[in-house]
């Protein structure tokens, strides 16, 4: 089966400007992940989606991050306006199983590796 | 807030050495305690451990978890200069009423071979 779709895979950009990533999860799965991973450390979540509905974005800086999966299947994230410390990559993962009842592995994309200038 | 850390946070060996690495873990609900490996793209998944003392293997990769003492190791026999990466270890917590995993993460321990 095809894995996690990201794009672009690179962006470089200035402060205070905006810029958007793509993500296509893999074919029905309904549960949908954004993290975001500084270089040297771990990937910290910033969202959680359920088919489009948010889980989870208690990480999320909402003053100038947004996520969108309006129709339960790809999402989107935007930062508007960008800052030094948003300097990282970006990654999408997906997961299959909805039933609490079951564990769930998570497939991660290849990433968006964003610079800020 | 849950809180885990690895160490050694880097491990420079020898083709054929044998590594350990360890995880440790304080999370609120715990449900699970997972393993990645990530070289320069997206982390591949390696294990997921749920119950004490049950050792999962895959080829000359092991780990097991200690639930009363809080820590999972990740064993590597015979390493090969292809098991040169960033393992991550990530514990799943149950989120609020919706029982959805929630991952978090460790900070990664770098493991170099060297031929």
Known sequence: EAGVAQSPRYKIIE???????WCNPISGHATLYWYQQILGQGPKLLIQFQNNGVVDDSQLPKDRFSAERLKGVDSTL???P???EDSAVYLCASSSVTDP?????????PGTRLLVL | E???VQSPLSLVVH??????LNCSYEVTNFRSLLWYKQEKKAPTFLFMLTSSGIEKKSGRL?????KKE?????????TQTGDSAVYLCAVEAYAGGTSYGKLTFGQGTILTVHP
């Open chain 1, 101 to 109: 009842r079951y564990q769930e592995t998570q497939y991660f994309g």
């Open chain 2, 2 to 4: 849950d809180k885990v």
């Open chain 2, 70 to 78: 809080l820590f999972s190791i990740l064993n590597i026999t015979a």
């Open chain 1, 78 to 80: 935007k930062i508007q």
């Open chain 2, 62 to 66: 092991s780990s097991i978890l200690d």
């Open chain 1, 15 to 21: 402060k205070r400007q905006s810029v958007a990533f």
């Open chain 2, 15 to 20: 083709e054929g050495d044998t590594v350990t």
């Open chain 1, 82 to 84: 960008a800052k030094l």
